[in-house]
T-cell receptor
Framework: NAGVTQTPKFRVLKTGQSMTLLCAQD?????MYWYRQDPGMGLRLIHY???????AKGEVPDGYNVSRLKKQNFLLGLESAAPSQTSVYFC????????????FGDGTRLSIL | GQNIDQPTEMTATEGAIVQINCTYQ??????LFWYQQHAGEAPTFLSY??LDGLEEKGRFSSFLSRSKGYSYLLLKELQMKDSASYLC??????????WGAGTKLIIKP
């Protein structure tokens, strides 16, 4: 059972570089989310999607873009990386419905120098 | 603003009981979740409360009081593998999850 798979697991970038983080889920979940987790802070929602072809902004969307071309995949892009984007990024997915828990990937540890 | 408060760190002894508190102030309430996160790993779902009262799941129980904006996670018969961070999250009126910073639980033998 793969669940939610994130690629890559680690990455170091230089300021100004771009990259894409990939999230794939095999649970046929409608909803997908991208969070960042920083020391001493709760998970913060960057962007989310309620279905294929849809995306919406979360709490901290600036500097990031997303796409959901296929139901199972949710991509997070950094167009011009900044040191403030150094963080651990988690992707999550869930079924539709308020009671449904979110299932998380193992995270991507991203450092921007 | 929206706010979730949890203690930063707690220490307990193997075999004992520990209660981790969570207080919240959010725009609306559509349920409260508890997650466990081991260091360097993904958060995993533990429990969900939407009505007042206690939900029991084996060694773990979660309590909710909506009128007080308060929840706690109770862990019994503590084991070393319970050493982890415990995250409280509230679903607000927009059905978004607002997360606390987590409580790091240290279990000593």
């Amino acid at each position: 059972n793969a669940g939610v798979t994130q690629t890559p697991k680690f990455r170091v970038l230089k300021t100004g570089q771009s990259m894409t983080l990939l999230c794939a889920q095999d649970m046929n979940h409608e909803y997908m989310y991208w969070y960042r987790q920083d020391p001493g802070m709760g998970l913060r929602l960057i962007h989310y999607s309620v279905g294929e072809g849809t995306t919406a902004k979360g709490e901290v969307p600036d500097g990031y873009n997303v796409s959901r071309l296929k139901k199972q995949n949710f991509l997070l892009g950094l167009e011009s990386a900044a040191p403030s984007q150094t963080s651990v990024y988690f992707c999550a997915s869930s079924y539709e419905g308020a009671v449904q828990p979110q299932h998380f990937g193992d995270g991507t540890r991203l450092s921007i120098l | 603003g929206q706010n979730i408060d949890q203690p930063t760190e707690m220490t307990a002894t193997e075999g004992a009981i520990v209660q981790i508190n969570c207080t919240y102030q959010t725009s609306g309430f559509n349920g409260l979740f508890w997650y466990q996160q081991h260091a360097g790993e993904a958060p995993t779902f533990l429990s969900y409360n939407v009505l007042d009262g206690l939900e029991e799941k084996g060694r773990f129980s979660s309590f909710l009081s909506r009128s007080k904006g308060y929840s706690y996670l109770l862990l019994k018969e503590l084991q070393m593998k319970d050493s982890a961070s415990y995250l409280c999250a509230v679903r607000d009126s927009n059905y978004q999850l607002i997360w606390g910073a987590g409580t790091k639980l240290i279990i000593k033998p």
